[in-house]
């Protein structure tokens, strides 16, 4: 059974705007905080390294769908799943909640890739050992 | 026939991360930068006023899919076109470019709202003075 | 005797540039964060109301040294004294350490405003209230 | 006789905050993207290689006294001088002004620094063929 990793973030002064709100971007930077901070519970960090070299995860596509304001020093709630865990890439879902009330949600997917300085980042399948590690948060599993 | 409004933006110092290219976030800020030209040039803004109070337009959803990496100082050509002009909402669709070669894709749903101090923003019909110079940038009008 | 009003913060990736490192930016962004974070723990906040209207802080100026590069995912410690609680203003000092080494100090000076949609902000004498709360953290008191 | 180097950047609504005016850390970047903007007038980049790998320059120091506040779509002109050239440091003194109104002044000092990954930033001095192209911006130069 799947679980979301919950975290939480503060709406800081500069995540406002002109409209008195958090800024919409503000949410971009939130859902991968707490994408980092999923990796770091179990171990891992967006950037690697293995015999190889760097291994990073380069974003392919990112989403946010807003249904309520937040405004400055609110505590917003957030969930994660991994609604898909590909051989190479792996959809991050989040929910902002406040109070219990659902704010946004959002979908991150990235693509897990070899880097090398200079070059463009090779997509390479996930290690198996990451695999593992990220299962637990799997809503839905299906492999591409 | 619709014309896309096309604007440039250079990948600055802090749109960078630690992976050497530009931010995600960094393509939604600029994506948002873009949509705010294209409305100056047609002697509007994001935020204006009525006989009735202050008018803005508070996403409700955005998106970005990236095809290929930027890197800093280059200069991006950002093309905007409206994909629907619908009774309250407007959705820019929005493609980035770097010497003809297409990096990303992005949309962004924008609602016209009344904005009322200490209370939620209220979607209201798109007055017919905006609507009537979003016009141009229509690439396929649909009616909501 | 002072008390240093302390509190961590991580270095997110969207605080990275392509050096590898945290853009200094983020030290301006963080030192706010702690100052807002620091008033809440006395109960303020940096936007506030009384019977007359809204009061802010605008920051009158801000300055940041930095002695060591942080990187992603390192936890800063935050420390942060006000140096100066004059009749109209206020001066945080800060400092960044990394497992007791210090990377950075700054310094924000901020002055009490009576806020009004349209007009400039108004310094203000700190109301008693406000500037009682805040004596505990003063390091060096001078009057102005 | 030193010439300022001057550019102008739009308060982009992504810069504002829930008071209604350009953030802070908003003059901050403005300040690097004019810095670099100079930079590259004269051919350089704050990020360049020679035979001997990376070179960048990591900021010591930055600061913004502010004067008066930018409004979201303000157009500020910013004027960069070299107040120091040293053997391995240089200081940009920033000005911002709006109509002919000075809103802030700042100042950031970099120093010339051999990048080499996983390594702290070696400090060198500054190439004969880059200080050269520096001198035209220096409003008071000075050996360290």
């Known amino acids: 059974m799947a679980t979301a990793f919950v975290t939480t973030r503060r709406v800081e002064f500069s ?13 971009f930077r939130m859902m991968e905080q707490a994408e980092h901070e999923l990796l770091r519970s179990i171990g891992l960090s967006v950037v690697t390294h293995d015999a190889s070299g760097k291994i990073s995860w380069p ?3 990112a989403k946010c769908d807003f249904q309520s304001a937040a ?8 969930e994660v799943r991994i ?4 051989k190479t890439s792996v959809t991050y879902s989040h929910r902002f909640l406040r109070g219990g009330e659902q704010l946004a949600t959002g979908e991150i997917t990235s693509v897990c890739c070899r880097i090398r300085e200079g070059k463009s980042p090779q997509p390479m399948t996930i290690p198996a050992a990451i695999a ?4 637990p948060f799997v809503a839905e599993s299906v492999s591409n």
């Open 132 to 135: 593992k590690k990220l299962k």
């Open 59 to 61: 974003r392919v596509s």
């Open 15 to 27: 995540d406002t705007d002109a409209a008195g709100i958090a800024h919409f971007v503000a949410f």
């Open 71 to 78: 405004r400055f020093e609110e505590l917003l709630e957030i």
């Open 83 to 86: 609604t898909r865990l590909g």
